[in-house]
């Protein structure tokens, strides 16, 4: 690979093929297929840029993937139905739901090694980290909660009561507010950190939302809706949904690039991801990618 830049790169896990799609996300051209073990699902990149890790559920396990070749370095076994994962702002842990299990995983990214498995409530779904590392919050769509974990202790210090069926979390950048899909409610539910309660009125979105996005200077959230194709354009200053963006069949995952500048969506049913610009909420690319795509990670700008 020669060395024509410094680009991020979208990561894009294609359940139903067991592959990994790589776009260099200057030109969103297709730089890599990484194949993977059977039902690749969530990922997550290391802050450094040089790992991916990627949950496989069918397998139980969660690949690394070095981004200087492409290619999966090592294999973790860590359970039953790993679903979402995250990786700690310094690097040194990923924090990994599982969904058979009731259960989040803690890998040491040093060793690549399970070091310990934190007990959670019924059904955990979807999992974010604050951006100091000290707490990890866990939806979970069997009981209308999320639990908040203890980073220093690795255990669960709370729980907020949220909507129903709860599914994506996204944690603002100054780590203050959490954005909490309710999929049986169609809303978000915004959580203020530092107490830990609800605030304000659920936020109106679309049907049947499954994730949420970040922009990187927290001002708006991207929410996916799978049953309606599109995806809700929140404004986190006045929580309100200020837009609609039509995309293509079975919209779930979500993921905002470094710069800002753009969001990327996986689109389920329609094997494609959609780019969309955030300065003017459009679409400005669709591109195919394998089958049954689910959740997309981007990294920090990698020299290529």
């Known amino acids: 690979m020669g060395l024509t830049g410094v680009t991020a790169r979208a990561y894009v896990t294609n359940l139903g093929s067991g592959n990994v799609y790589v776009f260099n996300t200057a030109n969103n051209a297709l730089i890599g297929i990484i194949e993977v073990d059977d039902g690749p699902y969530g990922a997550a990149v290391t802050p450094d840029g040089l790992r991916v890790f990627v949950t496989t559920i069918v397998n139980g396990t969660v690949n690394v993937i070095s981004t200087a070749t492409n290619t999966v370095i090592d294999t973790i076994p860590i359970g039953f139905f790993p679903g979402e994962l995250v990786i700690t702002p310094d690097g040194t842990r990923a924090y990994a739901v599982l969904i058979g299990e009731d259960a989040v995983a803690v890998i040491d990214t040093e060793e690549n090694t399970v070091s310990d498995k934190i007990p959670v409530r019924d059904g955990p779904n979807s999992i974010a980290v604050t951006p100091d590392g000290t707490r990890v919050y866990v939806s979970h769509f069997g009981d209308d909660f999320v639990?908040?974990?203890?980073?220093?202790?690795?255990?669960?210090?709370?729980?907020?009561?949220?909507?129903?069926?709860?599914?994506?979390?996204?944690?603002?950048p100054d780590g203050t507010r959490a954005y909490v899909i309710n999929s049986g409610d169609e809303t978000v539910s915004v959580i203020q950190l530092d107490d830990n309660t609800v605030t304000g009125p659920p936020i109106p979105v679309g049907f049947d939302p499954r994730q949420i996005a970040m922009t990187t200077d927290g001002t708006r959230a991207y929410v996916t809706n799978f049953r309606d194709d599109t995806v809700t354009v929140i404004d986190t200053v006045n929580n309100q949904p200020v837009d609609t963006i039509p995309v293509l069949d079975g919209p779930i995952g979500a993921a905002v690039t470094p710069d800002g500048t753009r969001v990327y969506i996986t689109n389920a049913n329609a094997n494609s991801v959609t780019v969309i610009s955030t300065a003017d909420n459009k679409v400005i690319e669709t591109s195919g990618v394998g089958a049954d795509p689910n959740f997309v990670a981007i990294s920090p700008p990698i020299l290529e």
Do not use: C, K, Q, R
């Open 147 to 172: 639990s908040v974990i203890d980073t220093e202790t690795n255990t669960v210090v709370d729980s907020v009561t949220v909507g129903t069926f709860p599914a994506g979390i996204a944690i603002t």
